[in-house]
Structure formats: structure tokens, C-alpha cells
């Protein structure tokens, strides 16, 4: 049985794995290689997730750890994503070390994981919601990446060609946080009778999904001024990291969000 304390032994290999796909991307290896080595990462750490599900007998995705794993997980798919599409052979390489920090931090920041999940959590709409928003987060975090790269280290004509990949990283990232929503408010309606109760995840959620839609608007209506753009991407990359772990933290949620994240 997967427990916890096999972690370590899961993602350094899924790490080395994806690390030697970097490096193929890098150096402009065959893409064999590039696909090979990023894909046999992702099925070693899908192992171990699959692994904590069928040992907690739940999906694991009640703590924020938990959490981090799914971020972990999808942050090289949506590196590979990018880069089957686009080719950017440095994607692979910030998504890998962005995996491996998460990682650590699940390493020697230990959570207590056990089989209790509340009967709320126990609906069929609770593992896509999550894995929609996951994926969503792993997307916008590459966006935010593009966002660093192109304002403090690409100008010009370069900057005016990879702002299109910023772009289309949001629109995938927004249509799954949309995704998300949606599911969220199904659940809602199923687990407590009502869609929507400006509960302080739900509203932050709201504000997250409206700064990245106020990005693309801004984008269609001013499209020559990037580095505005840019910063406000940067900002909505705030407003997402408030709303994934950041609310925990505000009095707003203490004693009474249903969504903060239980930590034992």
C-alpha cells in the first residue's frame, strides 16, 4: 500500500525524468526523447496519486498538500502542452523546477492524511472540480511564467511573437477555471441546496476569474500595449494565489469558510 512516506522515492524519480525531458527540449533532442522521458515522469507520479486514492480511499485532494500534488502532477503536462504546440524548449525546464518545489515542500512540510472526508466532499462532482481547477492553476502558472519572461527579459519583436502564447495559455486556463465554477455550483446546489453563497473561496474565485477575463479584454482592446497587459496578467496571478491558499489566512474564513482546506 502507498502511504505518504513514499513521496520522496516517487517524485525524485518523476523528477529526474522530467528533468532529462528538459534537457532534450533544451538541447533540441528528437522529440521522442522530449515526450519519452516527460511522459514515463508523469505516469511515475500518477502511480503515486493513484496510489494515496486507492490507499485513502478517496480522491486525495482534502488538505492543501494534497492539493500540491495535483499541481505537481499537471505542471509538466501543461509544460508539454505548451511545447507540442508551440516548441518553447525552456517551459519544460520551469515547469520541472516549479514541480520539484511543490514537492519539497510536501517533503518537509508533512500533512496528516487520513480516510475521514466529510459527506459534503463525498459527491461524484468533487474529484473533477478539483482536477478542473488544478489543471486550470497549472495553465495560468505557465501564462505567469510567459508573463516574467517577457517583461524583464524579452523585448521587441520577440516580446510582440510569444505574447500570442501568453494569450492562449489564459483563454485554456480561464475556460477550465470556468470549468471549475461550474462544477463548484452544481455541487453546492447538490451538497447545501444552493449554487452560489459568497462564501469567502467563492468570492475570491469570482474575483480570480473576473481579472483574468479583464486581462483578455484588455488584450482585444489594446493589443500594441504588452507590458500593461503583462502586469495585470501578473496581478490576476495574485488574485489566483489568494484564492487557492491565501484565503486560509484571512479572518474572513476562519471558523466559517467551508472551503478552507483542512489541515489535519
Not at 478542473?132 to 505567469?144: E, K, V
Not at 486581462?215 to 503583462?230: C, E, F, G, T, V
Request: proline share 4%.
Amino acid at each position: 500500500m502507498i502511504t505518504w512516506d513514499y513521496l520522496p522515492y516517487f517524485g525524485l524519480g518523476a523528477t529526474i525524468l522530467w528533468a532529462l525531458g528538459a534537457y532534450g527540449a533544451a538541447k533540441e533532442r528528437r522529440a521522442l526523447w522530449v515526450y519519452g522521458f516527460t511522459l514515463a515522469g508523469l505516469l511515475v507520479f500518477l502511480s503515486f496519486v493513484i496510489g494515496m486514492w486507492i490507499s485513502l480511499d478517496r480522491p486525495p485532494m482534502r488538505t492543501m498538500g494534497e492539493t500540491r500534488l495535483w499541481y505537481s502532477l499537471f505542471l509538466p503536462v501543461a509544460g508539454l502542452i505548451t511545447y507540442g504546440r508551440w516548441r518553447y524548449k525552456w517551459i519544460l525546464s520551469f515547469g520541472t523546477v516549479l514541480s520539484f518545489v511543490f514537492i519539497c515542500i510536501n517533503i518537509f512540510k508533512p500533512e496528516i492524511h487520513n480516510k475521514t472526508l466529510m459527506p459534503a466532499l463525498q459527491s461524484p462532482w468533487f474529484a473533477p472540480h478539483v482536477i478542473s481547477y488544478m489543471f486550470a492553476y497549472a495553465m495560468l502558472g505557465a501564462a505567469f511564467l510567459m508573463a516574467i519572461y517577457l517583461l524583464f527579459f524579452r523585448r521587441g519583436l520577440t516580446q510582440e511573437r510569444e505574447i500570442d502564447l501568453t494569450d492562449n495559455l489564459v483563454y485554456v486556463g480561464l475556460s477550465f477555471l470556468g470549468l471549475g465554477m461550474l462544477m463548484g455550483a452544481v455541487w453546492a446546489k447538490e451538497a447545501w441546496g444552493h449554487y452560489w453563497s459568497w462564501d469567502p473561496k467563492e468570492t475570491w474565485a469570482a474575483v480570480t476569474w473576473f481579472f483574468y477575463l479583464i486581462y483578455i479584454h484588455y488584450r482585444l482592446a489594446s493589443p500594441r500595449d504588452y507590458n500593461k497587459a503583462l502586469v495585470l496578467l501578473l496581478i490576476s496571478f495574485v488574485m489566483l494565489q489568494i484564492c487557492w491558499w491565501g484565503i486560509n489566512f484571512l479572518p474572513s474564513a476562519q471558523g466559517s469558510s467551508i472551503h478552507t482546506y483542512n489541515m489535519e
